[in-house]
């Protein structure tokens, strides 16, 4: 589906970004003679292909994503199915998982709890003194 941007229902159309079919629901009036007079249930089913952002908190195993509970998505998997089965799909090789990652070197100065950096915005603030 992501190579191809196929799926089971048909050709993904491409709209800023956001690849999806186009199956719509019949909304053509029914002939009064024939059952106009009765409710008639209709759906659609369509597929939908769009780049997200995963996170995990580091020490943690799972990953964490603004589409829904990914609480049972363990990250090695490199794939999961939420609860409205979407799919999310990502590359599970990274070996970024670190508490910490490093920006730079930087000299500057402390004032008690607050350390400014001398040739950049940048300001740090300890929760106790460092030392």
Same mark, same amino acid.
């Given at each position: 589906?992501?190579?191809?941007k196929k799926?089971?229902?048909g050709?993904l159309?491409n709209?800023?970004?956001?690849y999806h079919t186009? #199956? ?9 003679l024939?059952?106009?007079?009765n409710w008639e249930t209709?759906c659609?089913t369509?597929?939908?292909l769009?780049?997200t ?6 020490g943690?195993?799972?990953i964490?994503?603004?589409?829904g ?6 990250? #090695? ?6 609860e409205?089965k979407?799919?999310?799909i990502w590359?599970?090789?990274s ?5 910490y990652?490093?920006i730079g ?8 709890q ?5 040739k950049?915005?940048l300001l740090l ?5 460092p030392?």
């Amino acid at each position: 589906m992501i190579n191809h941007k196929k799926c089971s229902l048909g050709t993904l159309i491409n709209e800023e970004g956001l690849y999806h079919t186009d #199956k719509k629901i019949n909304l053509s009036p029914r002939t009064w003679l024939l059952g106009s007079f009765n409710w008639e249930t209709v759906c659609s089913t369509n597929c939908y292909l769009f780049n997200t952002e995963i996170t995990m908190r580091f020490g943690n195993a799972h990953i964490e994503t603004l589409l829904g509970d990914s609480s049972h998505c363990p990250f #090695k998997n490199g794939n999961c199915y939420l609860e409205d089965k979407t799919q999310i799909i990502w590359p599970s090789n990274s070996e970024k998982n670190c508490e910490y990652t490093p920006i730079g070197t930087w000299s500057g100065q402390r004032m008690g709890q607050t350390w400014v950096a001398d040739k950049l915005p940048l300001l740090l603030d300890f929760p106790e003194v460092p030392k």
